[in-house]
Nanobody, 118 residues
Framework: VQLQACGGGLVQAGGSLRLSCAAS????????MAWFRQAPGKEREFVGR???????LYVESVKGRFTISRDNTKNTVYLQMNSLKPEDTAIYYC?????????????WGQGTLVTVSS
C-alpha cells in the first residue's frame, strides 16, 4: 500500500487542523494505521493509531485533543487536531501495519508539516 499524507499548514495556537492519509494500491481496511510526528531536532514520536476494528490509542500528550478516524470507503485515515499547541509543531507521518501487536510499521507516507504559532 502507498500512503500520502496531506493537510498540514500554519495555524495559531488553539486552532485546529485535519490531516488526511490517502492509501492506494491496497484497501486500507486491511491495515492498522498510525500517525507519528517528528519535531525539529527530536526523534520521531508515536501520536496514535487506529486498528482495523477502529479502536484507537493515543500518546498521553494528545489525548482529548487529537482524534484518529478512518473511512474505508474512501481508503483514507484522518487525524483531527484541536486545541493545537506550539509543541505540536512537527512533520506528521502516517504509517500502516498488518499485525496489531507488532511494533514495526511496514509502510510509511511522506510527511506533512504542521506549524503552530504562539
Amino acid at each position: 500500500v502507498q500512503l500520502q499524507a496531506c493537510g498540514g499548514g500554519l495555524v495559531q495556537a488553539g486552532g485546529s487542523l485535519r490531516l488526511s492519509c490517502a492509501a492506494s494500491g491496497r484497501a486500507i481496511r486491511d491495515y492498522h494505521m498510525a500517525w507519528f510526528r517528528q519535531a525539529p531536532g527530536k526523534e520521531r514520536e508515536f501520536v496514535g493509531r487506529i486498528s482495523r476494528s477502529a479502536s484507537t490509542l493515543y500518546v498521553e500528550s494528545v489525548k482529548g485533543r487529537f482524534t484518529i478516524s478512518r473511512d474505508n470507503t474512501k481508503n483514507t485515515v484522518y487525524l483531527q487536531m484541536n486545541s493545537l499547541k506550539p509543541e505540536d509543531t512537527a512533520i506528521y507521518y502516517c504509517a500502516a501495519k498488518t499485525v496489531l501487536s507488532s511494533q514495526q510499521y511496514l509502510q510509511w507516507g511522506q510527511g506533512t508539516l504542521v506549524t503552530v504559532s504562539s
